[in-house]
């Protein structure tokens, strides 16, 4: 029996995807539309539908009836256990009439925050700062290091596609998305999304790579008011300052670095004479327009998640993120991505509802082919069909590997910001050492720990940028709202500051306002994801901090309430400037 020619490696790669469209019908297309999220059981096992979940189909289901390969793995497991996993949903794909490999994706892994809508805390995977403290640093070729990196810990238990790197500007201070980007500055953003391209993808999309997702395109920054378009009251993305072509440079970058895929905001333009008032993921100006005619954009345009379809999330009803065509039906919301140039539906699992669109004339079928073609030939550049399985042994000695710890370990150390220094730092001796949010343990290798401010010599606090409580389990991931410590917590700090020399640091996932901390704090540093270990290895000089603010911090919230959006660092009198950091 002769080798169908999409199985022979040998055969050129364009003959091979042709052949293999050629031989689907039309519901094995409509499933390579959709790019669904999948959780697995703790032993390793596929999951199956769950009532109550957000799993509305099973694993089985899902690749065997709706004929899906390309799947967004959530949630946090063991290295061994999750490439177990991987080669079980991959068999389970073989044993399909055609054998079409999975594609699987995830969002990032490699530092601290934990958000199940954006990211996931680093658990075995090295450590290292948030792409803001990336930036803080500032360097393109750590940059690049960073996403091998990524790459080579992916690779090892069957990720082939990062849904990152998020390079959208940091311009409205108060948007809780802002510690996955490289800050408010599009020329450094520029310069290291190709580096990062570069480390996950190499010089060319192969077998070795993983495929870089970028996002959220057109710049999902300007935010009003900064609230996020997950939710209704943020789908509304506005530019009072014009800067639109500003947003969109790192864009331009990453496409000119070869990013493989890209994935459009939740938002909706506001006010934009040349574009539709509907989110990207449905706005043919801004897909076709401007992504694939005038930026040359050929890779995949995978839609954010859940764009079609209402859905529950922890028992929560969500309506769909089908901002400004809420109205249409899910198959006129499908539709309309599809005129509009989308490839694939993120977060969604309804291929039915392509199937009847090109039965009923709507979409022709052509049009699914087109976006298929894409799809495929991604897979057969991964080299997917022929090695779709991966190592357990082999993932667990590279996940969170010792070369990458210590990589990750020192980007922590050298991406703190020092913002004052009032003769406290660098520490000496084994002072006595009071300290909030920081372990006691971790403490007490570098001084003696006592539990009274009063018998401390000095004193360590560790805080957080202020946030907003918000209703909802989902929402309340995404940290919005006010910058400011509220009138009573900051009594609490100051009363602190004022009874001991005391460093304070202070994570910045947004820029806080903290003028009345900055003028009494001994020495204030700023982190981005960092370990007790780091900041206090830099406070008592056993490793440099060289971090540089890749925001300002605003000097109050009048100040960002009167900044424009879409304009960096556009507070009137910040406490301090973009780039602003001491030698130490």
């Not at 009072?240 to 459009?264: I, K, T, Y």
């Not at 640091?505 to 903290?514: F, K, M, T």
């Not at 901390?517 to 982190?527: C, E, G, M, R, Y």
């Amino acid at each position: 029996m002769s080798t169908a020619p999409y199985r022979d490696p040998n055969r050129p790669l364009d003959e091979r995807v042709d052949d293999l469209l050629g031989r689907m019908t039309l519901a094995e297309k409509a499933g390579q539309l959709f790019h669904a999220m999948l959780t697995m059981n703790r032993d390793g096992t596929l999951a199956e539908a769950d009532e109550g979940s957000f799993l509305r189909h099973g694993t089985y289901e899902l690749v065997t009836q709706g004929h899906l390969t390309h799947f967004n793995l959530l949630g946090q497991y063991g290295v061994r256990e999750t490439a177990e996993w991987v080669n079980r949903l991959q068999a389970l794909a073989a044993d399909t009439r055609l054998g079409i490999p999975v594609t699987l994706s995830t969002d990032p892994r490699h530092s601290f925050t934990d958000n199940p809508g954006a990211s996931s805390g680093s658990g075995a995977f090295s450590a290292w700062p948030e792409p803001l403290g990336l930036a803080a640093i500032g360097e393109p070729e750590l940059v690049e290091r960073f996403g091998d990196t990524v790459r080579r810990e992916y690779l090892s238990v069957g990720f082939r596609v990062a849904l990152h790197p998020q390079i959208d500007l940091a311009t409205e201070p108060r948007w809780s998305r802002q510690s996955g980007t490289f800050g408010s500055s599009a020329e450094v953003t520029s310069a290291l999304v190709r580096a990062y391209v570069r480390g996950l993808q190499g010089p060319r999309l192969g077998p070795r790579s993983v495929a870089a997702m970028v996002k959220h395109f057109p710049g999902g920054g300007p935010q009003q008011d900064g609230e996020d378009p997950h939710f209704p009251h943020g789908k509304d993305q506005i530019y009072p300052g014009g800067l639109r072509d500003d947003h969109l440079a790192p864009f331009r970058a990453a496409v000119e670095a070869g990013c493989s895929q890209v994935m459009p905001s939740y938002g909706r333009p506001v006010g934009v004479a040349d574009w539709e008032e509907v989110g990207f993921g449905f706005n043919r100006d801004v897909l076709t327009g401007l992504l694939r005619e005038r930026l040359g954009f050929g890779g995949v345009i995978c839609t954010d998640w859940g764009l079609l379809t209402d859905t529950s999330i922890a028992g929560e009803p969500h309506e769909a993120h089908a901002w400004g065509v809420e109205h249409l039906t899910v198959a006129e919301r499908a539709a309309k991505a599809l005129d509009a140039g989308a490839d694939q539906f993120g977060g969604e699992q309804c291929p039915e509802v392509i199937v009847e669109l090109v039965r009923s004339g709507r979409i022709p079928e052509e049009r699914v082919d087109a976006s298929v073609r894409r799809l495929l030939r991604e897979k057969f550049v991964l080299g997917l069909f022929e090695r779709r399985y991966v190592d357990p042994d082999r993932a667990e000695e590279t996940v969170g590997a010792s070369e990458f710890t210590a990589l990750g370990e020192t980007a922590q150390r050298r991406s703190l910001t020092v913002l004052t220094n009032h003769s406290l730092l660098p520490l000496t001796d084994r002072p006595n050492l009071y300290v909030e949010g920081v372990g006691a343990q971790t403490a007490s290798l570098y001084g003696n720990v006592v539990t009274d401010p009063a018998h401390a010599d000095v004193a360590v606090l560790r805080l957080r940028t202020p946030y907003e409580e918000r209703p909802g389990v989902f929402e309340s991931f995404f940290h919005s709202g006010s910058l400011a410590f509220g009138e009573e917590r900051l009594k609490e700090i100051l009363a602190l500051l004022e009874a001991v020399p005391t460093l304070v640091c202070v994570n910045l996932e947004r820029p806080a306002v903290l003028p009345e901390i900055a003028a009494k704090a001994a020495a204030l540093v700023a982190d981005y994801g960092a370990s007790d270990a780091a900041l206090l290895d830099v406070a008592f000089g056993r490793a440099r901090a060289e971090g540089r603010l890749p925001f300002e911090l605003p000097r109050s919230m009048a100040a960002v309430e009167a900044s424009r959006a879409d304009v960096p660092n556009d507070t009137e009198d910040p406490v301090f400037p973009y780039g602003h950091g001491l030698a130490l």
